[in-house]
């Protein structure tokens, strides 16, 4: 399949859309955002609005914790997913924790990608997995919400 200058973008690993990390009282409306890696990606941050976006992703359009901080009272809602690896992600890899996530009015089109990237294709992944060393135990997620999410992909959630 010939490869068009649209799906260069998709080659390379590690260019997140937009990354927060550390923020406050943010919000992104209206946004169409097409990456090889995250599209948007809350690190550490609080009070995040990410309404009427349309998201495409050779890794995972949304992706919400990982290490690091807390994230709090975040609300993702009117979404289209289209093409992307993984839709939605709820990581805790640390001693952080995530809380307080809403995800609402969202359609979500995975695949699973050949080559080095995480997931399978699944719309929806939610984990808590120690990854960092010096870490007893992995931080909590708790009052996640998914409500009204039409969802294809090639793996289950």
């Known amino acids: 399949i010939p490869i068009t200058s649209r799906d260069t973008n998709f ?5 997140d859309g937009i990354d927060l990390t550390a923020c ?6 209206g946004c169409d955002i097409e990456t090889g890696d995250d599209c948007i990606a809350v690190f550490g941050s609080e009070d995040v609005v990410v309404s009427t976006c349309t998201l495409r992703s050779r890794s995972t359009a949304i992706r919400v914790g990982y290490n690091g901080p807390d994230v709090r009272n975040c609300y993702f809602e009117n979404l289209v997913i289209r093409e992307s690896h993984r839709g939605l992600s709820v990581f ?16 979500i089109e995975t695949r699973h ?31 996640v919400r998914f409500n009204n999410i039409s969802a294809r992909g090639e793996a289950g959630m």
């Open 11 to 15: 080659r390379i690993p590690n260019d």
């Open 92 to 107: 805790v890899r640390s001693g952080g924790s995530v809380e307080d996530v809403s995800f609402s009015n969202i359609s």
């Open 24 to 29: 406050r009282r943010v919000r992104i409306v």
């Open 113 to 143: 990608f050949s080559g080095r990237w995480w997931g399978k294709g699944e719309p929806i992944h939610v984990s808590a997995l120690l990854w960092e060393p010096g870490v007893d135990k992995p931080g909590q997620i708790k009052n």
